[in-house]
């Protein structure tokens, strides 16, 4: 029996986004952790939930609005998690520049998915998924390489 997600009304997605927002905020207010290995962890969940979202709203078990509100909550959201690592003290350095490139890579895909749901483009949901799980290994090698042990 498949898994199918169904939603009553626009309330509903309102609802279903900020709980999405409001659970990515919380998991970084509760890391003992700096800020980037916060949000590289909250950018690589989130770009998962976005991952389901699309798997979902292609096999028909998303509407299309939900998937499309969430995937816009997911661009949000990371862009959120790109400001705060680069609102870190300390002064930039490439490193950390990467992981902001890749967190962004992670929104703009989100966002092409977003465009995708909203016409119907099956073909573009599926490109920006692929782009998506790309800039996720990108953000994984961009944070391998940040929390590198300096020699």
Do not use: H
Not at 26 to 31: F, M
Not at 67 to 90: C, F, H, K, M, Y
């Amino acid at each position: 029996m498949p898994l199918t997600v169904g939603i009553v009304d626009d309330d509903c997605y309102r609802v279903g986004r900020s709980c999405l927002l409001s659970t990515m905020l919380a998991l970084a207010a509760c890391s003992s952790s700096g800020p980037v290995e916060q949000e590289s962890k909250i950018a690589a969940s989130t770009s998962q939930t976005a991952v389901m979202v699309m798997d979902a709203w292609a096999a028909g078990a998303a509407p299309s609005n939900y998937a499309s509100a969430t995937l816009q909550s997911t661009a949000e959201a990371l862009v959120e998690v790109g400001r705060q690592i680069e609102s870190d003290n300390p002064p930039e350095s490439p490193k950390r520049r990467e992981v902001v490139t890749a967190v962004g890579q992670l929104s703009a895909a989100a966002k092409d998915a977003q465009a995708g749901v909203e016409a119907g483009n099956l073909r573009q949901v599926s490109q920006a998924r692929q782009e998506l799980r790309a800039a996720a290994a990108n953000l994984a090698a961009a944070y391998a390489k940040y929390f590198a042990p300096k020699s």
